[in-house]
Nanobody
Framework: QLQLVESGGGLVQAGGSLRLSCAAS????????MGWFRQAPGKEREFVLG????????YYSDSVKGRFTISRDNAKNTLYLQMNSLKPEDTAVYYC??????????????????WGQGTQVTVFS
């Protein structure tokens, strides 16, 4: 069982930056591939970025490529999302998610077994 807790959300002006964190319980954090998803009001939850258990592979949605960066510190059991050049359309609840790392990349939320409670990010112009 893995428990995930996000933090770092807030209100930011367009063009600004935020860093989200996702703290994970358990001692096998490195065996999990992690992902960040987001859900804007009235929209379905969508994949944003993902990272393999050993940080060897990262993958991004086109909407955030070049602006957002995913990273992890397995020693601290923590996943990060650095968001730069934020836009109002980035406004959403951001969730971290985990799945056992099988070496494959997954975009679908149905492939992720563990989820955090979400943290709100609001970008105003």
């Amino acid at each position: 069982q893995l428990q995930l807790v996000e933090s770092g959300g807030g209100l930011v002006q367009a063009g600004g930056s935020l860093r989200l964190s996702c703290a994970a319980s358990g001692r096998t954090f490195s065996s999990y591939a992690m992902g960040w998803f987001r859900q804007a009001p009235g929209k379905e939850r969508e994949f944003v970025l993902g990272i393999s258990g050993n940080s060897g592979n990262t993958y991004y949605s086109d909407s955030v490529k070049g602006r957002f960066t995913i990273s992890r510190d397995n020693a601290k059991n923590t996943l990060y999302l650095q968001m730069n050049s934020l836009k109002p359309e980035d406004t959403a609840v951001y969730y971290c998610a985990a799945r056992s790392d099988d070496g494959r990349l997954y975009w679908s939320e149905r492939k992720y077994a563990y989820w955090g409670q979400g943290t709100q990010v609001t970008v105003f112009s």
